[in-house]
């Protein structure tokens, strides 16, 4: 077993935990269509769907790279590829997320460490 890619899926199918759950109750529940803008694609509420879809696609998206990994961890020694790929996301997401996240506010956000750490212990699987 690799326990770098363990580790990694581990901390990913963890976060969507708090991010699905705890976070859609903290933060997209609490929300409502009449603080969202109109858009093109509708009114506040239509808005706020699409708020809770992506919200979500990013919940999906940490479980199947979690499993994904966890799947890698326990196999013969192949997906090497695959493990660098997971790390390259997981590396991108957290360059987006330092891009946007004001520096005062980084503290407040525990993704950063997350996203950060996945993408180290990916990449430190294909040594």
């Given amino acids: 077993m690799n326990g770098y890619l363990a580790a990694a899926g581990l901390l990913a199918i963890g976060a ?12 997209v529940r609490r929300l409502s269509a ?4 109109a858009t093109r694609f509708g ?3 239509i808005t706020l769907v699409m708020v809770r879809v992506v919200w979500h696609f990013v919940t999906l998206t ?6 994904v990994l966890l799947y890698l961890a326990t196999g013969p ?3 090497i590829t695959a493990a660098a790929t997971i790390g390259a996301i ?10 946007v996240v004001p520096r005062r506010d980084l503290f407040r ?4 460490s997350v996203l950060g ?3 180290v212990l990916c990449f430190m699987s294909t040594i």
Avoid at 90 to 99: H, I, P, Q, T, W
Wanted: hydrophobic share 60%; proline share 4%; net charge negative.
């Fill in 109 to 112: 956000y525990p993704q950063w």
């Fill in 77 to 79: 020694g192949g997906g």
């Fill in 16 to 27: 969507v935990v708090f991010h699905g759950v705890i976070g859609h109750v903290a933060v």
């Fill in 34 to 37: 009449d603080q969202m803008p």
């Fill in 62 to 67: 940490w479980l199947v790279a979690g499993l």
């Fill in 43 to 45: 009114d506040g509420r």
């Fill in 90 to 99: 997981f590396a991108a997401m957290l360059v987006y997320f330092l891009a």
């Fill in 117 to 119: 750490a996945i993408a």
